[in-house]
């Protein structure tokens, strides 16, 4: 149980278009996801939190108008990276907390961007 | 400012000994204290998770040992494998909103055959 995947798995785009990354999670609701960026060799870095129905909360430095992020349903949060560079080259990772439980949250299995 | 502090960055071990890492945290309201593990390309996966009422856990081969006082906990895997290389990455809890996860920067290990 408590599985969350990631589409795509990796992606390749132009610099100047935009991308969207699906975050869903297989066998439970998910009333919070996270968003993460992780580059080569470092930790985890939150990028922002998202709750079902309500606009995200980003972390200090995150541009939301860069990084769109819609948890529109229990099951599904979308990051869309807008107007891309090479800059944001990265890994994402996101991950989904059940409702109720306060602790323990389910990692996806990442996206590798690669912007050109 | 780093709020948990992870070390040693890196970490290699014959097969059959034992790995440690350590994590120290900062702030007393972190109340979970979760360890993950992640391959190359591959999401975090859950290893084990502590709270601070409890000073040790076991799951398998691998312990977590915590010291509420030092405001430090390890991650200690016995008869270490070649399978467990991988990036160990503590993490701890806050509290407030949404109950972020603060992450350590991570310790590589490699395992030897």
């Known amino acids: 149980g408590a599985v969350v995947s990631q589409h795509p798995s990796w992606v390749i785009c132009k610099s100047g278009t935009s991308v969207k990354i699906e975050c869903r999670s297989l066998?439970?609701?998910?009333?919070?996801m996270f968003w993460y960026r992780q580059f080569p060799k470092q930790s985890l870095m939150l990028m922002a939190t998202?709750?079902?129905?309500?606009?995200?909360?980003?972390e200090q430095g995150v541009e939301k108008d860069k990084f769109l992020i819609n948890h529109a349903s229990l099951t599904l949060s979308t990051l869309t990276v807008t107007s891309a560079h090479p800059e944001d080259s990265s890994f994402y990772i996101c991950s989904a907390r059940t409702p109720g439980q306060a602790t323990e949250q389910y990692f996806g299995p990442g996206t590798r961007l690669t912007v050109t | 400012q780093q709020q948990v502090k992870q070390s040693p960055q890196s970490l290699i071990v014959q097969k059959g000994g034992i790995s440690i890492i350590n994590c120290a945290y900062e702030?007393?309201?972190?109340?979970?204290f979760p360890w993950y593990q992640q391959f190359p390309g591959k999401g975090p996966a859950l290893l084990i998770a502590?709270?601070?009422d409890v000073s040790e856990k076991k799951e398998g081969r691998f312990t977590i040992s915590f010291n509420k006082s030092a405001k430090q906990f390890s991650l200690h895997i016995m008869d270490s494998q070649p399978g467990d290389s991988a990036t160990y990455f503590c993490?701890?809890?806050?509290?407030?909103?949404?109950?972020?996860?603060?992450w350590g920067l991570g310790t590589s290990l490699a395992v030897n055959p």
């Open positions: 066998d439970f609701q998910a009333t919070t």
């Open positions: 993490a701890a809890l806050g509290a407030g909103n949404n109950r972020k996860l603060i």
């Open positions: 702030n007393t309201a972190f109340d979970y």
């Open positions: 502590i709270r601070p």
């Open positions: 998202s709750n079902e129905g309500s606009k995200a909360t980003y």
